[in-house]
């Protein structure tokens, strides 16, 4: 039982053009969701987080927005550059910092970037 | 400012034996996740201690894993009896606090990589 999904296992984008990443939840005592960007060999780095009080936070390049009533929150990367290709994990939690019971992750989507 | 050490970063193990993962949070961190990734799939929530305490084991097999904080040391996973689905990469997080800073922020270390034969 699944409860963030990325529905897409990879993702190719043309350098300078925007990427969108989507994640899906089901659990609606979610509160927190972050993204995180993980290349090989690597652990998870910390992208950009937004809490459900709001549809939308921004850092530089990378906006994630959040639509509380479908469940669905996106990443967005413009411009899109050679070294965001990784692998971009989707999480959530009931709490900041991931509460009792962590974070929960999504399976994460490949984006890779075509010079 | 070291961030979250786990070592060691790759394990190879047989049937059978003992795995035990290090991990050490960044300067003024008390909390700490364990996250196991399977090939293929995301990260899973096993663990998460304070120091002396563990809070919340529901993502631990009830066999064969164990973890630990204690109040001097590392936190360790330990892993009995090893098996081939043992296989994966174990990331170890930490936190300042329960429920983290503002961004709801989990620093991870850079993993450890046990294979089993």
């Known amino acids: 039982d699944q409860q963030v999904k990325q529905n897409s296992p990879s993702l190719s984008v043309q350098e300078g053009r925007i990427s969108i990443l989507n994640c899906d939840y089901t659990?609606?005592?979610?509160?927190?969701f972050l993204w995180y960007k993980k290349y090989p060999a690597e652990g998870p780095t910390f992208l950009i987080s937004?809490?459900?009080?709001?549809d939308k936070n921004e850092d530089g390049r990378f906006t994630v927005f959040l639509n509380k009533s479908a469940k669905h929150l996106s990443l967005h990367i413009v411009p899109s550059q050679p070294g965001d290709s990784a692998v971009y994990f989707c999480a959530a939690s009931e709490g900041p910092g991931g509460g009792a019971d962590g974070l929960t992750f999504g399976k994460g989507t490949h984006l890779i970037i075509q010079p | 400012n070291a961030g979250v050490m786990q070592n060691p970063r790759h394990l190879v193990r047989r049937r059978g034996q003992e795995a035990r993962l290090r991990c050490s949070p960044m300067?003024?961190?008390?909390?700490v996740y364990w996250y196991r990734q399977l090939p293929e799939e995301g990260l899973k929530f096993m663990v998460y201690?304070?120091?002396?305490?563990?809070?919340?084991e529901s993502g631990m097999p009830k066999e064969r894993f164990s973890a630990e904080f204690p109040k001097e040391g590392p936190s360790i996973l330990r892993i009995q009896q090893v098996v081939r689905g043992d296989s994966a990469a174990y990331f170890c997080a930490s936190s300042p606090t329960g429920t983290g800073d503002n961004t709801g922020e989990l620093f991870f270390g850079e993993g450890s990589r046990l294979t089993v034969l």
């Open positions: 937004i809490s459900s009080i709001k």
């Open positions: 300067k003024g961190h008390s909390h």
């Open positions: 201690l304070q120091k002396e305490n563990i809070i919340d």
């Open positions: 659990n609606s005592m979610f509160d927190y």
